[in-house]
Each structure stands twice: as structure tokens, then as C-alpha cells.
């Protein structure tokens, strides 16, 4: 079972199909008329290698409420929990844009992550 979990969250090669699906699953389960959470563009980059593993780096920009903003860092922050199916991540630096007031009268954010997927070392 253990295995099984890590296969998900700490898997073997980059998976950018699979990792894209996972975002795009949270991006539907958070998105609602008055709640909204877009994301704009995936932009991946070239993955690195250390001593112990290695990292896809990826460049998101986003459309958010500001309470669907605090679940995004939640997700990112709780990432590569046995529990929690999430491939393991983290923020290596955020750009905010406080913007326009959204339809249900809460400002939006505009934000670009910069963020660090990881996988095992080939």
C-alpha cells in the first residue's frame, strides 16, 4: 500500500501527464462562479537532478479568490502526505497582483508560482 502512495506522490520519472491532471482535477474542485480559481498557463520547464532526487520546476499563473488562494498554498504545503495523494511540491517563489473586486464582492488575486514538483532520481 505504502508503495502504491509513493508512486503517486514521490514517482519515478517527471509524469508531467499525470501531474497535469492532478492540477486540473483541483483547479475544477475549487472553481465556482463566486469562488474562482483559473489557472491560465502550466509552463514546465527543464528538470534538474541532485545528489537525491530530482525536480520539475513549473510556472503557474492563477485567478483566484482570496480564500481559494489560501486553499492553493494549503495544497502545496500539505503535498507528498501519504494521506493525501498529492505529488510532493513546494513553492520556490509567488508574485502577487491583489486585483479587481470579484462578482461576489471579495478582491480577486492574480498570482505567478513558481514551483518544484519532485520525483525520484534516475
Known amino acids: 500500500e505504502i508503495e502504491s502512495k509513493l508512486a503517486t ?3 519515478k520519472a517527471d509524469n508531467y501527464t499525470a501531474l497535469t491532471r492532478q492540477i486540473d482535477t483541483y483547479e475544477q474542485e475549487l472553481a465556482t462562479k463566486n469562488d474562482p480559481f483559473e489557472i491560465a498557463n502550466i509552463d514546465y520547464q ?15 499563473n492563477i485567478r483566484s479568490s482570496a ?22 511540491m513546494d513553492i520556490s517563489s509567488i508574485r502577487l497582483d491583489f486585483g479587481e473586486e470579484g462578482e461576489s464582492g471579495s ?9 518544484n514538483a519532485y ?3 534516475t
Open 46 to 60: 527543464n528538470p534538474t537532478t541532485n545528489e537525491n532526487h530530482s525536480i520539475l520546476p513549473m510556472r503557474m
Open 9 to 11: 506522490i514521490f514517482p
Open 67 to 88: 480564500e481559494n488562494f489560501t486553499r492553493f498554498l494549503h495544497l502545496v504545503e500539505n503535498s507528498g502526505a501519504l494521506d493525501s495523494d498529492i505529488r510532493l
Open 119 to 121: 520525483f525520484q532520481k
Open 107 to 115: 478582491k480577486e488575486i492574480n498570482f505567478s508560482v513558481q514551483i
